[in-house]
């Protein structure tokens, strides 16, 4: 059995069309010096046409062409979304079609804003098994799908793009996916939901009405647990691991808030030039952010082989963990 599973490869996807707050002055009572002191966001990204397999299709798509790689390759596609195309068929099966990965199979994923990272893990364990050779793990969402844009507090908040990973099979214990503390709070639910069109409230002209098929949020009380989660689990998986902020050299947190991202890294005596942030032009793109951050900072040259980094995330759930990653190669392209 191989010892671990390592990232092998990155690729993101973001639409062209930009939503900026100078845009949302004329949409909401809001201001630019509001959302960017209280947010960090400028600017966020919306797919104008498509749904959420277009984003990860597009990411996958990125992912196999930077790796000269066929998506035949491909066994597993694992999908961390929360805006489905829909219920059913699986965002999986819609993505395996649209890219042409004949020999995989798939699932989708619901872990909002954790998703990905509990969609890595989950990855992991089928390549750390030996059951499979290359396994995808994508997080996508169309965030603007279902976000209601009369809403001031929350519709500033998020956008939409797709980014992912290839896991592979290594020998080498050193790198790859090295520890996971994942956490669930079903007590959570309340305050962060999108409550219309599932079982318990099928969709009715009522539901419509009542918008019910977008996201509902109160901010404060959120905030206040995630900023405490985030920061206390990426603390406890440094610690399990005997870590301290001198021997990790990237944070990649969850972008849904800049305040959240800080207090974490403050809580893990972390200097700010080693966060990963792209928060202020894309907003919260949910299952994405991560993968978008690892992309980004890979393309660019900034993360590099040997490199120990923290992936953490809290949301919708509530759900929240963190995930110590050795980085296993190198951008030679840059
Ligand atoms: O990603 C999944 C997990 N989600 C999160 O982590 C999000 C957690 N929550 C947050 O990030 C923040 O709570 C928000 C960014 C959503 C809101 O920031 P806040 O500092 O908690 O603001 P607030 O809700 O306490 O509102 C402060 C004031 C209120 O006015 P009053 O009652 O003090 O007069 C709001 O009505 O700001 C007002 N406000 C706005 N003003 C201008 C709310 N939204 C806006 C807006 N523009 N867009």
Known sequence: MPKRAVITGVGHFVPEDVLTNADFEKMVDTTDEWIQTRTGIRERRILKNGATSDLAAGAIKDLLKKKNMSAEEIDLIIVATVTPDMFFPATACVIQEKIGAKNAWGFDLSAACSGFIFALV?????????AYKKVIVVGADKMTAITD???RANCILFGDAGAALLLEPSNNEEYG???HILHCDGSGGPYLNMLGGGSLNPPTHE?????MHYIYQDG????RVAVVGMADVSYEVMKKNNLTGNDVDWLVPHQANKRIIDATAHRMELDSSKVM???DRYGNTTAATIPL??????QSGQLKKGQTLI???FGAGYTWGAVLVKWAFDNNKK
Not at 122 to 130: K, S
């Open 122 to 130: 989950t990855g992991a364990q089928f390549v750390q098994t030996g």
């Open 149 to 151: 844009y009369t809403d």
């Open 177 to 179: 996916i090295l520890d």
């Open 207 to 211: 539901t419509v009405d009542k918008k």
């Open 220 to 223: 404060k009380a959120v905030f």
């Open 277 to 279: 942030l792209n928060i």
């Open 293 to 298: 951050c690892l992309s980004e900072y890979f």
């Open 311 to 313: 992936l953490s995330a």
